[in-house]
């Protein structure tokens, strides 16, 4: 079989891969991109957009419960899981159209098949087709992201859990679903399916939700899951499963020592991921994996092997679509010359239940172990009077401060959290100190007018470290 020759072969559509692809092309490059199922990769399909997508419906059958007092009554309403299905197969279709049109305009070969290395620099390709190419590129790049991962339980296999995958093309409400894991992706998914009417059990093997957030922020999160009618099991351990998830099943687990068994409808496992390194035969390409099975690679993103980089998931960065995207600028950088990398990266992020956890740079616990001083500022989401405006005044936002007046890290866990972060990383990318977000002159009454009084009333010298 003849080799065909590029200058750059980018394995994975994803966030990172497709950007390359187009950039690389519309300079003149013979470039090509090998995605075996996804076009663009998980987020516009499987992952951050569709979850989003989901998420907002079910807030829209929120909206309309009497309880929250909004003064809408729409009589006896019925959720249409068949319609909220609908909605986000729309959006993604739409998505995936505006992916082939970039591919198209920019010149890069978009071809659906399975990578894997053949030798340096070489890769065969096992077309969806049935029939199979050998490229060879002058350059490689990774971007094969990850995959949910399945605990050794015994019988979980065997009862076919849902994914996230599942989860968002369900058009069926399950009755009584149990989650695997109280993460970001757990989270978000209790609350939605809690909210279209799942009764929803929660087994979450640590000591608290999102363990690796400040205990204040786990606590707010228990406390929101359990108003809304979802039952957390913590220091819990799923021991054995028997059924088949969407019909029956039963779970033995173990809570703080004891035995409990839980029937339930269904399971939705979200414990973690796993990187796609594993159909890869890296080793024949000369890439190297670490004992986790990520991909090794430099602060600029190369890997072990000459002319090989490995973006995105797979290559250990924080699994997020803005760090893909920021990778992709890391690699085209050092294409081109530049001197970006992933050394000292500010790394926002949040958490899409309702309301929303926002955080960006140091939380108390980093900085108390490494020992880092600071002043805490911390008020109540009541104090923002946008959130009195949407009665949703859970919730807080802290802010910690160092000794030049710098802020070092922001939390807000509250409504429109998402869009007040962006205002404080703004403020700490550009090194400006906490006073020029006190003394701004916000729109009244927006969620960014709530900086006032965070750090003019919320400083709390009781709370400081030093």
Request: with cysteine; net charge neutral.
């Amino acid at each position: 079989m003849s080799r065909e020759h590029y200058q750059n072969l980018i394995i994975g559509s994803g966030e990172a891969g497709k950007y390359l692809a187009w950039n690389l092309a519309k300079l003149g490059q013979k470039t090509a991109v090998v995605e075996r199922s996804l076009i663009g990769g998980s987020c516009p399909n499987i992952a951050c957009l569709p979850s989003k997508n989901v998420i907002y419906s079910a807030k829209a059958a929120a909206l309309v419960d009497p309880q929250h007092g909004l003064g809408v009554i729409a009589g006896q309403f019925q959720v249409d899981m068949a319609g909220v299905a609908r909605r986000k197969r729309q959006m993604v279709d739409e998505l995936v159209e505006l992916h082939l049109a970039n591919f198209k305009a920019s010149g890069a070969e978009l071809i659906m098949g399975e990578a894997r290395f053949a030798a340096a620099k070489t890769i065969k390709v096992a077309l969806n087709s049935g029939e199979e190419r050998q490229l060879q590129g002058e350059r490689i790049f990774l971007c094969v992201g990850s995959r949910a991962s399945i605990p050794d339980v015994p019988g979980l296999v065997a009862a076919a859990p849902m994914t996230h995958v599942e989860a968002l093309n369900l058009e069926r409400l399950p009755p009584h679903l149990v989650i695997l894991g109280g993460g970001y992706v757990g989270l978000e998914f209790a609350q939605a399916l809690r909210r279209f009417g799942s009764r929803v059990t929660i087994i979450q093997h640590g000591e608290r939700l999102l363990e690796r957030e400040d205990p204040d922020v786990s606590q707010a999160l228990l406390v929101l899951m359990q108003d809304e009618g979802i039952e957390v099991l913590l220091s819990s351990k799923l021991l054995s499963v028997t059924g088949h998830s969407g019909t029956s099943v039963n779970l033995t687990v173990d809570i703080a020592g004891e035995q409990k068994q839980i029937a339930a409808t269904d399971i939705l496992v979200a414990a973690g991921r796993t990187p796609n390194t594993d159909r890869l035969d890296v080793a024949l390409g000369g890439v190297e994996l670490n004992s986790r099975g990520f991909i090794q690679v430099d602060e600029r993103l190369r890997t072990t092997a000459a002319d090989v980089w490995a973006m995105g998931d797979c290559a250990g960065s924080p699994q997020f679509t803005h760090v893909g995207y920021d990778d992709f600028r890391v690699v085209l950088s050092d294409l081109t010359g530049g001197n970006r990398t992933t050394h000292g990266r500010l790394i926002p992020y949040c958490l899409f239940t309702d309301p929303e956890l926002a955080h960006v740079g140091l939380s108390e616990t980093e900085a108390q172990t490494q020992n880092v001083p600071y002043r805490l500022a911390k008020v109540p989401m009541s104090h923002v009077l946008r959130t009195r405006t949407l009665s949703q005044t859970r919730g807080f936002a802290k802010a910690l401060v160092g000794a030049d007046d710098r802020i070092l890290g922001f939390t807000a866990f509250g409504a429109e959290a998402s869009e007040l972060l962006a205002a404080v990383q703004t403020a700490m990318l550009g090194g400006l100190p906490y006073t020029a977000l006190r003394d701004a002159i916000f729109t009244h009454p927006t969620v960014a007018e709530g900086l006032i009084p965070l750090f003019t009333n919320g400083f709390q010298t009781a709370n400081s470290r030093k």
